[in-house]
């Protein structure tokens, strides 16, 4: 099979069911920043990471193909696979009830960084939020799940808690923001 098609040299792809689209589209860019979204975790799985970390992130990669699968089928179509759902936000929200057992309660806002991995997650996660933003907007177009909107906003949860939990198990110290305007 060829990489290349022409089909969408004139500015239009196809969603699952056949329906030909702008590439312009809401839902064309919710999933393109879902797959922005999975390639930044990629990235995130390249560096050294927890068992826990490595666990997690091929499971999330395997849930954001499901993810764009679903954002690129209309309702009216018939889904090649199922639809992400409340099992899925469920093992987010475990996810993060067990990351947070090993960190400090935050107080204060931190400043994005860290390790490699933990600078990535943090990345992913505003990649993330325009992810959720993009299918919100998207919604307001075209059916989309309630569900995808929960697993987008506990998504962006979960990987500011796995940034936190890398850099933790990294040794790597979280920096706290102070609203002062001076140098350090």
């Keep these: 099979m ?3 098609t022409r089909k969408g040299d004139r500015g239009e792809t196809s969603l699952f069911g056949g329906q030909r689209v702008s590439k312009s589209q809401h839902r ?20 050294e990471l927890s068992e826990v970390g490595k666990k997690h992130l091929k499971k999330l990669q395997k849930l954001l193909f499901i993810l ?12 090649r696979i199922d639809r992400i759902g409340q099992e899925e936000v469920d093992f987010l929200e475990e996810a993060i009830d067990e990351m947070e057992k090993e960190l400090e309660p935050l107080k204060n806002f931190i400043l994005p960084g860290g ?13 993330c939020r325009r992810a959720e933003r993009a299918a919100v907007a ?15 906003n506990r998504l962006s949860d979960f990987l500011f ?8 198990r ?7 923001w102070k609203p002062d305007r001076q140098d350090p």
């Design 2 to 4: 060829k990489i290349y």
């Design 28 to 47: 064309i860019r919710a999933y393109g920043t879902v797959d922005e979204l999975n390639s930044f975790i990629g990235l995130a799985a390249s560096y």
């Design 68 to 79: 764009g699968a679903d954002l690129a089928t209309p309702h009216s179509a018939k889904p």
């Design 115 to 127: 390790s490699q991995a933990g600078s990535t997650l943090h990345i992913a996660r505003t990649v």
């Design 138 to 152: 998207c919604q307001k177009w075209h059916n989309v799940s309630g569900q995808t909107i929960k697993f987008l």
């Design 161 to 168: 808690v796995m940034a936190r939990f890398e850099n933790k």
């Design 170 to 176: 990294k040794g790597t110290p979280e920096e706290t």
